[in-house]
Every structure is written in C-alpha cells, then in structure tokens.
C-alpha cells in the first residue's frame, strides 16, 4: 500500500471517529480569509475534538491555497468540490454528495443555500433569519451586530452553547516558528509599523508612521516596519528616513525564505510587543497572529465592521478629530496609545 493511499485511509479513519463540524461559506479570498483566522481559531477552541470542514460553497478559498498552512490544527478538510447548493440543479440532489454532518453552522447569507445546508446537518446553526439561528439572540441581548467577526461569533455562541471569543492563530510549523525567531531574535522589544493599505483614503501618513518609530526607538523598542510587494517607494523612503529599523519581509539571508506573505507576518506578529496597522490587511494579520493592536480607522461605522480581533485593541476614529482624513489623527494620541499597549501585560 502507497503511503498516499495509507494516509488517506488514516485521514478517513479519524474523521469516522469523531464529530463533525462543517463551516459553511461561500469561499474566501485573502482579505476576508485574513480577517476569519481568529474566527477559526476560536471553533478549534469550542470544538476541539471535531473534525472540523470548511466548505467553500463557490469552489475557492485561501485556507487550501496562501493561508493552508495557517490553519494546520484548525481545520481538518476544506471542501471545495461537488455540489454545494449554489445552482439550482444541487438541490435535486443529496447535499455534499450525501455527507451528513453532526453540526452544519452556516455562516452566508442566501435562504436558499441555507436550506440546503440544513438537509446536511444533524444540528443546524444559520444567520438566515427564518432559517435558524439569528432568532435566537445572543448572550448580552443586543440585535445583531455589524462587525463580521461579531455576526460569526454570535453564531458560534449559539452552536456552541457558550461564547467563544476570536483569538490568535497559534502556528505550528516549525520552519515558520523558526523563520519568525531569526528574522526577530530574542531579547529586543519590537514595535511593529504598517503603513500600507489598499486605497490611499484608509493610509495614515507614511511620515507619521515614521515619526512614531522614532518615538519608538528613543523610548528603547526596536521599530519593525512592514511594506508590501506594490509600496517599494514607501520602503524606499522609510529607509532612508530610519536605516537602522528592520525591514524582515526585504533583503533576506535566512534559511527559511519560502516563508514570506501573510505567514510570515503572523508569525512575526507574535513577537512584537505592540504594533500599528491602518484599516487593511496587514492589521488584520498582526491581529490574527496575536500582536497587541493600534488600530487607525477613518469612521466609526467601518471600524466596528472591521474591527481586527486583536488580544488587546486600541482604536483611534479620523472622524473623531474633525474634519478631514486620515491625516486627523495625531501623532501625540498615536504614541500615547501605543504606549499604554506595550504596557499591558501579555494576554
């Protein structure tokens, strides 16, 4: 017998033995894919001896691709093939290709797609009104809140019988925990810095970023600034402005280079003492990777939304400080939150 063929019997084995949990989506690309980790994370936590699916009703998400080797120990099948009750004709059919599940918790949206989910389940959790699920209100009481994190946990709530909050990835890897060790060796206090964001209306300044690790450095902390693939002039002009900070994404001569992307900066998130994100990605990922979190946001509206679910979270609003954009914010509050992070004990 192949030792594919063994492991896959093993794999089939395992599954037959323990109860199974499907998280029904509809598949996630990297931004919404960084942004549940914690969500993950915290079904692990309240199902720890499930097997554990994640469904990808359209056929793609970033957990079987940039981000699998994020959810190694959190989920325990991506299913991405079949019928998935997205068209029509999946609903003449036995759902999943006849796979039953002990608990279906449906996390998308489509009445439709909902019921289809429940002729899969033994227990049945949804945010379809009518379906099941959101009637039942959650623990505090309060209607349904906006935030997506905050929508999937009330859900887990109800399918767990007990609220479970998000929480950092724990990675398991050893060439990514050991990327993360050189690249930040012991010792040193890190601030991590991310100015980058996706539209130019979401950044801080590039110039306030780096007068706050200046702050950083004069106070002792060693500035750890993080740049992605399409902002070489921002690298650019960071480096110049402050040399001796650290730049781990650029210039590697480790032995652990095919570790890069948003592992890389999980894994890194969790040897910082705090850091600092505008409303983007990289945020989203030192959150999930557990780094105490600065949070700059334009509205209130967007940052209860996209609320990182970091250990410890400070958010400051630009509506907050008048009129304008991002560029509201001060320095002075900026450094004064940061502080009171760095200070908090670790979570």
């Known amino acids: 017998m192949g030792s594919a063929s063994g492991e896959a019997m093993s794999r089939a084995a395992d599954r037959a033995a323990k109860p199974t949990v499907m998280i029904y989506t509809m598949g996630e690309v990297i931004g919404d894919g960084v942004i549940k980790l914690p ?16 469904c990808a009703g ?25 019928r998935m009750g997205v068209r029509v004709s999946d609903h003449l059919f036995s759902p999943f290709g006849g796979r039953r599940f002990d608990l279906v918790i449906d996390t998308q949206g489509n009445f439709s797609r909902g019921l289809y989910a429940r002729r899969a389940a033994k227990r049945f959790v949804s945010r379809v009104a009518g379906v099941h699920g959101l009637r039942r209100k959650p623990s505090d009481g309060q209607p349904p809140p906006i935030g997506m994190l905050d929508r999937l946990t009330d859900l887990l709530e109800i399918a767990a019988g007990r609220r479970v909050l998000p929480r950092p990835v724990a990675l398991t890897d050893p060439r990514t925990l050991a990327a993360a ?3 930040l060796p012991d010792g040193p206090s890190y601030v991590g810095l991310a100015p980058g964001a996706g539209g130019q209306e979401k950044r801080w300044p590039l110039a306030r970023y780096l007068e706050l690790a200046e702050r950083a450095k004069a106070a002792g902390h060693q500035p750890v600034l993080f740049f992605g693939p399409d902002e070489g002039a921002d690298l ?6 402050m040399p001796d900070a650290l730049y781990p994404e650029f210039d590697r001569t480790d032995d652990f280079k095919d570790v890069r992307g948003p592992l890389l900066v999980i894994a890194l998130a969790g040897r910082l003492a705090a850091a600092v994100a505008n409303d983007a990605g990289p945020g989203h ?8 979190l600065l949070s ?52």
Do not use: C, N
């Not at 079904?43 to 699916?53: L, S």
């Not at 946001?297 to 991002?326: N, Y």
């Open 39 to 54: 969500f993950a994370a915290a079904v692990r936590e309240a199902f720890p001896d499930a097997w554990i699916v994640w």
């Open 58 to 82: 359209k056929g793609s998400t970033v957990y079987a691709g940039p981000l699998k080797t994020v959810v190694v120990g959190l989920i325990d099948e991506v299913l991405m093939t079949g």
């Open 181 to 183: 060790r050189v690249l």
């Open 236 to 241: 650019d002009q960071a480096r110049a402005a």
């Open 285 to 292: 990922m030192l959150a999930a990777g557990g780094a105490p």
């Open 296 to 347: 700059l946001q334009r509205t209130h509206w967007l940052a209860a939304k996209f609320k990182p679910s970091a250990p410890h979270l400070s958010l400051l609003v630009a509506e907050d400080f008048g009129q304008g954009g991002m560029e509201a914010i001060p320095v002075e509050d900026a450094w004064l939150a940061l502080q009171d992070l760095i200070a908090k004990p670790a979570p």
